[in-house]
């Protein structure tokens, strides 16, 4: 019998892990996809670049963060606005397939944003708050999976011009555990990242 102190966290727990087992599931579902380069490690140099658009990622063991880094043929104020205006993060924000329907994006100091992801198998919604936004150069925001509540990660991205009309768009992911970390890596999370960033950069350079 499952005490009344244990109840709570034992269905929270249950929960998340079924929310994250449906979204694995609908990914599989995709089909292939490109592999993103990645490196488990306990330390990495944060400017590390691959010279090619490929996603990079970066899963430190035992930590709870995430780091990743992407470039784009496109000026850092195209990648910026394809953030910025909820219509262009439509076109692009999640795997090819997805119905996306944003509720609200206000992607300014002290905004918000919800939106959900609507497929054959389910609908997917998610939620945060955008702390600082500085033009062409920086955001800080939540991102809380609906599934999943209470594991709410913090998000950094630098977007960073290298000239010639290239962008380099850089991030770290803080989850609030390890555990909520690599439950959200297993979940598929590369696929959605990598697809997503495809979308993003046909939409910057089209």
């Known amino acids: 019998m499952t005490t009344p102190t244990t109840a709570g966290p034992d269905r929270h727990r249950r929960n998340r892990e079924a929310a994250f087992a449906r979204l694995d ?72 397939g997805y119905d996306m329907q944003i509720e609200s994006w206000d992607f300014v100091s002290g905004g918000g944003y919800r939106y959900e992801h609507v497929t054959d198998h389910g609908t997917f919604g998610f939620r945060g708050v955008f702390h600082s936004v500085r033009e062409n150069e920086f955001a800080l925001q939540t991102f809380e999976f609906d599934g999943a509540p209470d594991e709410v990660a913090l998000e950094f991205m630098w977007f960073e011009d290298l000239g010639d009309g290239r962008t ?39």
Do not use: C
């Open 25 to 96: 599931a609908l990914l599989a579902t995709l089909g292939p996809h490109p592999t993103p380069i990645v490196d488990h490690q306990k330390e990495h140099d944060m400017s590390t670049t691959t010279g090619t658009n490929t996603l990079r990622l970066d899963v430190p063991a035992g930590v709870p963060w995430i780091d990743f880094t992407r470039e784009f043929d496109a000026p850092v104020a195209a990648v910026f606005e394809a953030h910025r205006d909820p219509e262009k993060v439509r076109q692009w924000l999640g795997p090819r």
């Open 168 to 206: 380099r768009l850089r991030g770290r992911s803080i989850g609030r555990t390890v555990e909520g970390r690599d439950a959200m890596v297993a979940s598929g999370m590369e696929h959605g990242m990598v697809e997503s960033y495809e979308r993003l950069e046909e939409l910057v350079t089209g």
